[in-house]
């Protein structure tokens, strides 16, 4: 069982720039598979990057370019480093973590998810 608790959510305006984190407590972290996945009122739930146990990145098209995901595990966490931000980036982001079979940005084939931050981006 693995415990996902994401922070760094704020207002920011548009072109700033924010960090998410997640830790992640409970078993072995290194071995986890970690996405990064928001969700905008009234909207699905959409990917944004995920990492792979051997660091292996992926990203949506939406924000390649302008945000990096990254791990360090000697302190079970990874980050999302968000720059450039626009008003369509704000949304709930959520942190997973699978051990299985990965696809980067199959939210249902993710086995735990974090509460959720909010990032809201000002016009």
């Known amino acids: 069982q693995v415990q996902l608790v994401e922070s760094g959510g704020e207002l920011v305006q548009t072109g700033g720039s924010l960090r998410l984190s997640c830790t992640a407590r409970?078993?072995?972290?290194?071995?986890?598979?970690m996405g990064w996945f928001r969700q905008a009122p009234g909207k699905e739930r959409e990917f944004v990057a995920a990492i792979g146990w051997s660091s292996t990145t992926f990203y949506a098209d939406s924000v390649r370019g302008r945000f990096t995901i990254s791990r360090d595990n000697a302190k079970n966490t990874v980050y999302l480093q968000m720059n450039s931000l626009k008003p369509e980036d704000t949304a709930v982001y959520y942190c997973?973590?699978?051990?299985?079979?990965?696809?980067?940005?199959?939210?249902?084939?993710?086995?735990?998810w974090g509460q959720g931050t909010q990032v809201t981006v000002s016009s």
């Open positions: 997973s973590a699978t051990e299985r079979r990965w696809f980067p940005s199959d939210g249902p084939k993710y086995d735990y």
């Open positions: 409970g078993r072995s972290f290194s071995s986890y598979n």
